[in-house]
């Protein structure tokens, strides 16, 4: 069992496979975050060098902003600072593989 899973008292991803078929799991989004210098910064999803980057919610000269990452149409990440819910719908969202639409739907309708 890997020790995610029983550090968080889950089965593992084959059990649970067998006891759930379905033909599109969705893996687990990644995320880090850390609180540091009074500040909430947190990264969702798999952004890569190679992704486009905008800033719907928020600036980066306000300190407080969600930043979308994004590549071929789809929305790859997150990367927000002092913005944890909407980052983490962000999260809640990428487990579907939304469409870049889709994301700035969501950014619209939060920021």
Same mark, same amino acid.
């Not at 968080?8 to 975050?33: E, K, Q, W």
């Not at 540091?36 to 306000?62: C, K, L």
């Not at 990440?77 to 809640?92: I, Q, S």
């Given at each position: 069992?890997?020790p995610s899973?029983?550090?968080?008292?889950?089965?593992?991803? *084959?059990?649970?496979?067998?006891?759930?078929?379905?033909?599109?799991?969705?893996?687990?989004?990644?995320?880090?975050?850390s609180?540091?210098?009074?500040?909430?910064?947190?990264?969702?999803?798999?952004?890569?060098?190679?992704?486009?980057?905008?800033?719907?919610?928020?600036?980066?000269?306000?300190?407080k902003?969600?930043?979308?990452?994004?590549?071929d149409?789809? *929305?790859t990440?997150?990367?927000? *600072?002092?913005?944890?819910?909407?980052?983490?719908?962000?999260?809640?969202l *990428?487990t579907?593989?939304?469409?870049?639409d889709?994301?700035l739907?969501?950014?619209?309708?939060?920021?």
């Open positions: 069992m890997p899973c029983s550090r968080l008292g889950r089965r593992p991803p *084959l059990t649970r496979r067998r006891s759930h078929p379905d033909p599109t799991p969705s893996a687990p989004v990644p995320d880090v975050g609180d540091r210098y009074g500040s909430t910064t947190q990264i969702v999803g798999r952004p890569g060098p190679a992704d486009a980057v905008e800033v719907p919610i928020g600036a980066f000269d306000d300190r902003f969600v930043a979308l990452t994004h590549r149409g789809r *929305l990440g997150a990367v927000g *600072l002092d913005e944890p819910r909407k980052v983490m719908r962000f999260k809640r *990428l579907a593989r939304p469409s870049w889709d994301a739907a969501v950014a619209r309708e939060l920021a």
